[in-house]
């Protein structure tokens, strides 16, 4: 028995010396949490806009000419067709109990946008086309990830600052850091006050109202966790 107790000794005092380094080493740095945010305009607005053949006081409207109505009104807006691309082109719709030449075709376009006054201006010309949906699937800008980067670094800064002014309070100093860990925050995609997901065709010209495409700012935040020694 007494060799049982001494063995089972044995065992607990290195766990026991292991937690008390780990407590004296605890008390010797200060850990903080630095934050930044920015809010930015969007100069990049994913368009989706679909044309699809319909009806039309008993006459089909083809997609040909639906096609070329929307180019026309591409040139108005000054929009180059080259960033035009083509997501998905000759899909039958409503075909079921319909000859093959009664079945609906439609073909679906994306383009990226600079500008809600773009975006506002490409309405205003398609107005005149009756085009079947447009939808703004994604907003970004194009220097999100430099933005994002000088963001964290200011994060960085703060929590370094806070350390600095705690410290001072107990008459310490922040010495060298020891961790910093980076917190990755997506961000904020802001609510659009234009319309999305918007049937052009299910109103008529005299019936459509008038919209302004504006977009809120995209909002960033950066969050860091760092740990500095105490001098």
């Not at 008390?27 to 990049?44: D, K, L, R, S, Y």
């Not at 085009?131 to 200011?154: C, G, N, P, Q, Y």
């Not at 760092?226 to 001098?231: T, V």
């Given at each position: ?220 935040q950066a969050q860091i966790v ?6």
């Open positions: 028995m007494k060799i049982r107790f001494l063995l089972l000794a044995f065992l607990i005092i290195p766990f026991m010396s292991i937690a008390q380094n780990e407590v004296f080493k605890g008390e010797h740095f200060i850990e903080v949490t630095g934050t930044a945010q920015q809010e930015i305009e969007p100069n990049e607005i994913y368009t989706t806009i679909r044309l699809r053949e319909f009806e039309e006081n008993r006459e089909k409207v083809s997609l040909e000419k639906l096609d070329k109505d929307f180019l026309n009104a591409l040139k108005d807006a000054g929009i180059d067709r080259k960033r035009l691309e083509l997501a998905d082109v000759g899909s039958k719709l409503d075909k079921l109990g319909k000859k093959e030449k009664d079945a609906f075709r439609e073909k679906t376009y994306q383009i990226k946008l600079t500008s809600a006054a773009e975006l506002e201006k490409l309405v205003e010309k398609l107005q005149s086309v009756k085009i079947d949906f447009v939808d703004i699937t994604r907003l970004s800008h194009s220097d999100l990830d430099k933005i994002k980067m000088d963001l964290k670094i200011k994060a960085l800064q703060a929590g370094k600052a806070k350390a600095e002014t705690l410290l001072k309070a107990i008459g310490a100093e922040v010495g060298k850091p020891l961790m910093v860990r980076d917190w990755e925050i997506e961000p904020v995609q802001p609510m659009m006050e234009y319309k999305a997901n918007v049937t052009m065709r299910a109103q008529s010209q005299d019936e459509a109202e008038p919209s302004s495409a504006g977009f809120r700012k995209i909002k960033l760092a740990q500095f020694e105490i001098k």
